[in-house]
């Protein structure tokens, strides 16, 4: 949705932040990672599902600050989510 330079069509934003839409149908998982120094940030929107084993649900916000790969698994409904890379 949204990065400092534009990638993927995104729109450009003069933050050191990208901005992502997630749609996951139910079961389905995807690795988010996170670099040294920056953290992570899912806001839920529709759904429900997990971040690395974390229980979430619509409404709820969830955040890593710890390097490494992050699980964000879809629960039986399928989940929405924006997902935030931020310093």
Not at 35 to 50: D, I, K, N, T
Request: glycine content about 14%.
């Amino acid at each position: 949705l949204a990065s400092p330079d534009g990638r993927h069509a995104s729109l450009t934003i003069n933050q050191d932040a990208i901005l992502s839409r997630v749609f996951l149908d139910p079961g389905v998982d995807v690795s988010l990672s996170v670099s040294p120094g920056r953290r992570l940030w899912v806001q839920l929107l529709a759904g429900s599902g997990s971040l690395s084993g974390t229980p979430i649900v619509a409404g709820d916000g969830a955040s890593s600050e710890t390097p490494g790969e992050h699980a964000l698994e879809a629960g039986l409904g399928g989940l929405e989510a924006l997902v935030f890379d931020l310093p």
